[in-house]
């Protein structure tokens, strides 16, 4: 017994090993591929009961089963592996005359090295006589497009009104590559809505406020017009939900800070948004007034009269709005805080400064901008700021701009000199807050020096072809993305222009902004509304310094 044993061990080793992935090697960079299909792809009178697919390599099989679509649905379906082939089998008899897509999304990824499928993959095959033949085909434009379903609904026996795919599953699916295009195929003739969706749960339904999505017109596929070609979609989350307070907090027995779940229209926002009450004595807290904190208009801090030692108050927020136009509801305009014991003892201070440093670069027709931890006594006086010119200390004059309560601008009268050394001084003995704080004795000095715009690049050029409104063209520096991305509007006749652009290489998009939010609207799902059109400039542009790019031709196509 003991060399049987021995005897057979080597050929079980053998036998194990053989279903282990090769060691060592190279690293594997190539993404799998379907190297074989049956039935024949685009076969006609199918009759039977399942599809085999099999890849070039190992490949996660729940990497597979999850990227795997057909259309129209098949609810029923069971997966068959052996090795690195799959079978679907399909466990309901499948409609008669019908052109079926099985489609493998590029989530599938190799089991060596995690590599995902470059290309969604589609095998067609009809139950009828005859295969349909309509073509979509399009591109997502997103930092991240592969993934993203392309979902696609057949509208001619329903109403378009009453589709909303937060409910229904499309009739037809696939899936952007990592380039962001996509192709629908074998498609009936119709008219199709499209839907571009990041489906995060992988339900085949759109969920609001999780799954960012996009929109554009619905397309028509005829016996004798089957492509449609240059379908393009943007993406975004829809907001769906009104704002509400997060937190109110006493910071002093005169400041409460507020704080949103999420931005608030500038504009909706006012003094008479915030009543406080004494919920002891039911009586009013006087509410003094208001700033924000920043410019993303989520963080408040209100001034109120003097607080009363740990008595509870409640806060009420009334008729804001957010960003989308939501108001503020009911059941989330309030909130609890209690009064403060410390007083009010602490001067303002600077929480932000467009001059963060001697090297920040500041050009000739800058406003120099200051945000303060508190709100100011007003008027503030031109002595509050001195500026010099630094190699003579020769005074420069100034105008001083209030922002809001807690932030100003300064403003040189005459031009500043490029490659000039600036000198800014804040005296802090007139810089107070309502309850007369402020540091004595002290300055704060502000080196700077002028940059040359000249230094910096330039894009002119005209946007053609489009009819209607001015649309809003957009650069963005892909070579260093920590650029802000900047805009323009186009003059009557398409002109465009934008100076001081850091060097690097700029992608230009045109957008017909109809709602004047100077934001490329990605449309809604339901009810419906189309996303605002695009155009993407074929090519890059390169900015150089001291070089200015003119003539750049932008078609609308």
Not at 140 to 161: A, F, M, T
Not at 326 to 345: E, H, L, M, R, Y
Not at 449 to 461: A, F, K, M, R, V
């Amino acid at each position: 017994m003991k060399y049987f044993i021995i005897f057979v061990l080597p050929f079980l080793l053998i036998a194990c090993a053989g279903q282990r992935l090769p060691e060592g090697g190279p690293a594997d960079s190539e993404p799998p591929v379907i190297i074989s299909v049956s039935p024949k792809p685009n076969s006609i009178n199918f009759s039977g009961g399942s599809v085999s697919i099999e890849f070039s390599e190992y490949v996660d099989r729940r990497s597979v089963e999850g990227a795997i679509f057909i259309s129209p649905s098949i609810e029923n379906v069971e997966y068959d592996w052996s090795g690195t082939e799959l079978t679907i089998l399909f466990n309901q008899e499948l409609r008669k005359n019908t052109t079926y897509v099985v489609s493998v999304g590029t989530d599938v990824v190799d089991v060596r090295a995690g590599n995902r499928m470059a290309k969604a993959f589609s095998i067609s095959f009809s139950t009828g006589d005859k295969i349909d033949n309509g073509l979509i085909t399009g591109k997502v434009y997103d930092e991240k497009p592969d993934g993203v379903l392309i979902y696609s609904y057949r509208l001619n026996d329903i109403n378009p009104d009453t589709l909303n795919p937060a409910i229904s599953k499309p009739d037809y699916l696939t899936q952007a590559g990592a380039t962001g295009n996509f192709e629908l195929i074998n498609l009936a003739a119709g008219k199709y809505r499209l839907f571009a969706v990041r489906d995060e749960y992988r339900n085949l339904i759109y969920d609001p406020e999780t799954d960012a999505a996009g929109t554009t017109d619905d397309v028509v596929i005829t016996t004798i017009d089957t492509l449609k070609s240059g379908i393009k979609f943007i993406i975004a989350k829809e907001d769906t939900t009104p704002p509400r307070i997060l937190s109110a907090q006493s910071t002093d027995n005169r400041h409460v800070f507020v704080q949103f779940s999420e931005p608030l229209d500038s504009s909706s926002v006012s003094i008479k948004s915030f009543q406080i009450l004494d919920t002891a004595g039911q009586k009013s807290l006087s509410v003094l007034n208001y700033f924000p904190k920043g410019y993303q208009f989520n963080t408040f801090t209100v001034l109120t009269e003097k607080q009363k030692a740990d008595s509870l108050y409640l806060l009420k927020v009334d008729g804001v709005k957010d960003k989308a136009g939501f108001v503020i509801t009911p059941i989330a305009q309030t909130k609890q805080f209690t009064g403060s014991t410390v007083n009010d003892t602490i001067p303002p201070s600077i929480v932000f400064s467009t001059i963060k440093d001697s090297t920040s670069p500041i050009f000739p027709h800058n406003e120099l901008v200051f945000e303060f931890s508190d709100m100011l006594q007003l008027p503030i006086r031109d002595s509050t700021v001195s500026l010099l010119r630094k190699k003579d200390s020769s005074q420069v004059p100034i105008q001083l701009k209030v922002l809001n309560p807690a932030a100003f601008s300064v403003k040189s009268k005459t031009k500043f000199l490029v490659n000039e050394r600036y000198l800014l001084r804040l005296h802090w003995n007139q810089l107070k807050d309502p309850f007369s704080n402020f540091r004595k004795d002290s300055v704060s000095s502000f080196s700077f020096t002028i940059s040359d715009p000249e230094n910096l690049g330039s894009i002119e050029g005209a946007f053609t072809g489009f009819i209607g409104r001015f649309p809003i063209i957009e650069a963005q520096n892909v070579t260093d993305k920590k650029q802000p991305v900047v805009r323009t509007k186009t003059s009557e006749i398409g002109k465009f222009s934008f100076t001081q652009l850091p060097e690097g290489r700029y992608t230009l998009k045109a957008f017909d902004d109809v709602n004047k939010n100077l934001i490329n609207d990605a449309g809604k799902v339901f009810p419906f509304v189309r996303a605002e059109q695009f155009f993407n400039y074929a090519d890059t542009i390169r900015v150089r310094p001291r070089w200015p790019v003119d003539g750049v031709l932008f078609e609308a196509r």
